[in-house]
C-alpha cells in the first residue's frame, strides 16, 4: 500500500474492520466511504474474491496513492478509486445499487480530539470533511435495500453511531468492542447495520 512518509497513514483499525466486514464473504458492489490510501479494498478483494470495490476518497493525493495500490496489487477491474466527496455520492454511484459499505470514518468531531500534525491527518480524524451524519447519509444512499453497513467507532461514540443509523435507517445489528489486551477497556467498537 503507497503511503506518505509523513501525513496520514492507515492503521491496524482498517486491518480490524476488513477482517471483520470481510468474513462476511461480501459479494456484489462494495463501496469504501472515506477510502483514504485504499487499503480496505486492497484487503477486502483479498478476503472476498467475489466482490467488486468502489473507494470514494476527498483528498486528491490519497486518491492518486490508492489508485496506484491498485495498479500495483494488480487490482484494477476489481477497484475502482473515485476522487470526489461522499457527501456527492450520488454523482458518483447510483443510489440504491451497492450490497455492501464499510467506512473508518474521522473519529472525533471538529475541534476536539488531538492535534494533527498535518491537514492530510485532521481531515482523516476529525469531522471537518466530513461528519458521522454524512457517512451513514452516503452509505444509506448507495445501499440497496438489506445492504450492510460496516464501520468502526470509539467507544464513546456508540450513541451517535447508534442514533445515525436510526436516523439514515441503517439498523445496528451487531457491536463488537475492540481491546488491546485482556482486562483492558475497549479502544475500538465495529458495527454491522442492515438498511
Known sequence: VIQPKSGYRFSTDA??????????RLKGTVV?????????PLLLSALCPQARFIG????????????RSVLLNKREGVIEVIHGDMRRVSEYIAPGSA?????????????????????SVSIARSEIACTLEDVFKAAGTVLK???????????????????CGRDFNLEVKKIRPVISRPGREPAMVLFECVK
Open 15 to 24: 486491518v480490524i474492520l476488513a477482517h471483520f466486514a470481510g468474513k462476511n
Open 32 to 40: 469504501d466511504l472515506g477510502t483514504g490510501s485504499g487499503v480496505l
Open 56 to 67: 470514494i476518497e476527498i483528498q486528491g493525493a490519497l486518491a492518486d496513492m490508492a489508485r
Open 99 to 119: 450490497d455492501a459499505a464499510v467506512s473508518n470514518p474521522p473519529y472525533f468531531p471538529a475541534g476536539s480530539g488531538p492535534p494533527s500534525p498535518t491537514e
Open 145 to 163: 435495500e438489506r445492504g450492510r453497513f460496516f464501520l468502526i467507532h470509539r467507544p464513546e461514540r456508540v450513541a451517535d453511531v447508534c442514533c
